[in-house]
């Protein structure tokens, strides 16, 4: 059974997430991220606020210092 058009946006932010935090296992101190939509002349607010929480919550530089 394929995902619902509701779940696809979780999955591919679930996605995203788990490839950052793979760039900052492996020693990165930055990670860009580019969000490409539909109509190019737009900004991406919409998808740039789905994204944040999970992008924030486990970066290096909002995590406690060891």
């Keep these: ?4 058009t ?3 946006p979780v999955r591919l932010i679930g996605i995203v997430e788990l490839a950052v935090q793979e760039h900052f296992d492996a020693g990165a101190d930055h990670v860009c ?8 002349a737009a900004l991406p607010t ?3 606020r ?3 929480p999970a992008l924030i919550s486990g ?3 909002t995590s406690p210092a060891p």
């Design 1 to 4: 059974m394929a995902p619902s």
């Design 6 to 8: 509701s779940e696809k």
């Design 33 to 40: 991220i580019q969000v490409l939509t539909s109509g190019p």
């Design 46 to 48: 919409r998808e740039w």
């Design 50 to 52: 789905e994204l944040a």
């Design 59 to 61: 970066s290096p530089a």
